[in-house]
């Protein structure tokens, strides 16, 4: 109550609504150190969300698998302890006969235990079937070669959704 004896609301201090929003931000996002430093854009996923989606996503009367090969460089013109991961995905439809859904944006999570790392992934001319597409990404982070990661791919097939694929264990090979 004021000094005339209405009843009046207090404001909530700033520190206050920042600590009840914590929680709620968390939430939607991988935080803390399990996000390594990645593309700016990538979609926010929680890693059960990430480790949930499926080995075989179906947009519309299609359904997609993704296949990924990943690896890192230690040519002699690469830095001593080796370049940064890359790799590749491809996107194949279960039916050869057909075409792959319209895809807008497409992106990479690699988990390794409980650490991810994530990017955009940028289309390449197509290597194999012509209803696989391909994607390319490079500058991950520095883990294996030797170890096996989970990738998971995430389409853009509609302005406010994406997709999720999992492509299962993946290799890290050793370029030499």
């Known amino acids: 109550m004021d000094a005339m004896g209405r009843l009046t609301a207090r404001r909530p201090t700033v520190s206050k609504v920042l600590w009840l929003l914590v929680p ?4 939607g996002c991988i935080v803390g150190d399990n996000l390594e430093k990645s593309a700016p854009g990538v979609p926010a996923f ?9 080995e075989t996503l179906r947009v519309g009367n299609t ?16 830095p001593p302890d ?20 319209a895809v807008t944006d497409a992106y990479v999570w690699v988990l390794n235990g409980s650490r991810a790392w994530a990017t ?5 001319e197509p ?12 500058g991950g982070p520095k883990w294996g070669p030797g170890i096996s990661v989970d990738v998971v791919v995430g ?3 509609r302005p406010d959704h994406i997709d999720l ?3 299962g264990k993946v290799p890290i090979s050793r370029l030499d």
Request: hydrophobic share 45%; aromatic share 6%.
């Open 82 to 101: 080796g370049g940064p991961l890359g790799g590749v995905v491809d996107l194949t439809p279960a039916d050869s006969a057909a075409g792959l859904p």
């Open 24 to 27: 709620l931000l968390a939430g």
């Open 127 to 138: 290597v194999g079937p012509a209803n696989t597409k391909r994607y390319r990404f490079g």
């Open 155 to 157: 389409l853009r097939t």
């Open 165 to 167: 694929v999992h492509a």
């Open 120 to 124: 955009a992934l940028a289309p390449e």
């Open 46 to 54: 929680t890693m059960d969300q990430l480790r949930a989606a499926p």
């Open 63 to 78: 359904e997609v698998t993704a296949r990924a090969e990943l690896w890192r460089n230690f040519m002699p013109i690469s």
